[in-house]
Structure formats: structure tokens, C-alpha cells
T-cell receptor, first 119, second 113 residues
């Protein structure tokens, strides 16, 4: 299956600083990428959807100025958590969907996730 | 808003038994459903999917059943193994999967040796 690589897997940052998380599709072109947040023992909640070359579409309640999403190429999307606070500590997961035919066009492949801890 | 939910938060089974994990969804417009397995500290792993024009689909040791009448989805795992222990999520989407996924609340499967 297709591979989505997310980096870093873990990051600890000080309150007030910014953190960038990368999501790369390694063997396919990802026309659409999704960013999710998952708190402990909870489900994945969609934060935003980004299409290559376009501005991201954010879900209600997600601050676009705080969670900056860039999807400048077909293989890379980044999520930057700006001015991070302890309540931003969470597990952030990206998924990518390709533009080909068959399952590649509909199945979303997930990254390994990034554990963000803000101290 | 619309949501996808599960009946049981934790399911404990004996190794070798069959497991059934259930999911109720409420968005009647959903036409694509997926089951994911998530191990601790990892991203979701695709297990099996099904489109709304089907009511059953089988994979290796897994079967997904879809009942659109009562908006119910289930995952059956045959001969459950310790390696199956994880949290399982159902997810739904519209436009045959081209829209973002909405995840259910998850069921933890514990396999007793």
C-alpha cells in the first residue's frame, strides 16, 4: 500500500513557541491531505482539509491562524502550531489521498502521527 | 451534527474466538465506510472498507457488514489473535470516499491468551 510519512513522531516544545509537523506521501501524489487531532482515549477529529495549491478548509472551531497548513506540493503538507500552549498537547495525524484511479483515489492513507507535548 | 458512534467501549475476548465490533452511524448520506485499527502511539491502519451498494465484504480473517436500514456497521474478526489487540474505529465518508472521514468513538479490543 501507499506510504505516508509524518515527522517528527514526538516533539516537546516550550509554551509560546511554534512547531512544524511534516506529512509526506512517499510513493504517490497526494492531491488532498487531511489533518486530524486525537486526544487521549478519544477519536480522531478532523481539523482541516487541504488541496495542493489551495488554501486549507478548516473545520468549525479550529483556528486557522493558530494551525497553519501549507500544501505547496503534491507530496508534502505541513501543519504549524503557532504560539503553542499546553492545551495544544495532543496526537496530530495526517492522511493523504491520491489522484489516481481505483482505491488510490478514495482510500486515505495515514501517517504515523506526531505526539506534541507543550510544557 | 451528524456523528458516528459505537455501542461498546471495550471488548474482551479469548484468543481463538471470533470478535464482533459494532458501529452506528447517523449520516444517511454516507456511502463509504472503513474500519481502522489503531495501536498505541500509532496512526490508524486500514483494515477493510465497504461501499453503500454492498452489505457484506470479506477480507483476510475480517468481514464487514453494512445494514443501511438501521445505519449499522460491524466488523467481524475470525480466530482473534493477541496481535489483534488495539482500538478499532469505524469511519464514514460521502461522495464514495472523496470527502473527509468522520470517525466513530472507538472500541478497545483486548485479546486474552
Amino acid at each position: 500500500g501507499a506510504v505516508v510519512s509524518q515527522h517528527p513522531s514526538r516533539v516537546i516544545c516550550k509554551s509560546g513557541t511554534s512547531v512544524k509537523i511534516e506529512c509526506r506521501s512517499l510513493d504517490f501524489q497526494a492531491t488532498t491531505m487531511f489533518w486530524y487531532r486525537q486526544f487521549p482515549k478519544q477519536s480522531l477529529m478532523l481539523m482541516a482539509t487541504s488541496n495542493e495549491g489551495s488554501k486549507a478548509t478548516y473545520e468549525q472551531g479550529v483556528e486557522k491562524d493558530k494551525f497553519l497548513i501549507n500544501h505547496a506540493s503534491l507530496t508534502l503538507s505541513t501543519l504549524t502550531v503557532t504560539s503553542a500552549h499546553p492545551e495544544d498537547s495532543s496526537f496530530y495525524i495526517c492522511s493523504a489521498r491520491g489522484s489516481g484511479t481505483g482505491t488510490m483515489n478514495t482510500e486515505a492513507f495515514f501517517g504515523q502521527g506526531t505526539r506534541l507535548t507543550v510544557v | 451534527g451528524e456523528s458516528v458512534g459505537l455501542h461498546l467501549p471495550t471488548l474482551s475476548v479469548q484468543e481463538g474466538d471470533n470478535s464482533i465490533i459494532n458501529c452506528a452511524y447517523s449520516n444517511s448520506a454516507s456511502d463509504y465506510f472503513i474500519w481502522y485499527k489503531q495501536e498505541s502511539g500509532k496512526g490508524p491502519q486500514f483494515i477493510i472498507d465497504i461501499r453503500s451498494n454492498m452489505d457484506k465484504r470479506q477480507g483476510q480473517r475480517v468481514t464487514v457488514l453494512l445494514n443501511k436500514t438501521v445505519k449499522h456497521l460491524s466488523l467481524q474478526i475470525a480466530a482473534t489473535q493477541p496481535g489483534d489487540s488495539a482500538v478499532y474505529f469505524c469511519a464514514e465518508s460521502m461522495d464514495t470516499g472523496r470527502r473527509a472521514l468522520t470517525f466513530g468513538s472507538g472500541t478497545r479490543l483486548q485479546v486474552q491468551p
